[in-house]
């Protein structure tokens, strides 16, 4: 089973950065599709950035420019790098992989078969 674990959340002020790391074990992120997905208090969870093995990545309207998503082989994890956060970044964030090799061009929440415990981030204003 396939076991992705969340950190470095925490808590920033507006245009601050935070970088997420999920470290995942009993499997290669190399044969998954990666992705970050988030859920604010009262909303449905939001999945806003993917990543495969070709280097393929995909992003959000809301996120993009400011958050990049990356995968490192060799240590098995994926990590977030969020930048210019804004109070609506809020939310609790979640490292999922999906079975497929292959990302699809947006991601859906039903593709993706195993989640970490996810890890808050809260902005300020």
């Known amino acids: 089973q396939v076991q992705p674990v969340e950190s470095g959340g925490g808590s920033v002020q507006a245009g601050g950065s935070l970088r997420l790391s999920c470290a995942v074990s009993?499997?290669?992120?190399?044969?998954?599709?990666m992705g970050w997905f988030r859920q604010a208090p009262g909303k449905e969870r939001e999945g806003f950035a993917t990543?495969?093995?070709?280097?393929?990545?995909t992003y959000a309207d809301s996120v993009k420019g400011r958050f990049t998503i990356a995968r490192d082989n060799a240590k098995n994890s994926l990590y977030l790098q969020m930048n210019s956060l804004k109070p609506e970044d809020t939310a609790m964030y979640y490292c999922?992989?999906?079975?497929?090799?292959?990302?699809?061009?947006?991601?859906?929440?039903?593709?993706?078969?195993?989640w970490g415990q996810g890890t808050q981030v809260t902005v300020s204003s």
């Open positions: 009993r499997a290669s992120v190399n044969n998954f599709c």
């Open positions: 999922a992989a999906a079975d497929f090799i292959r990302c699809r061009d947006s991601p859906r929440e039903a593709d993706f078969r195993f």
């Open positions: 990543t495969d093995r070709y280097g393929s990545t």
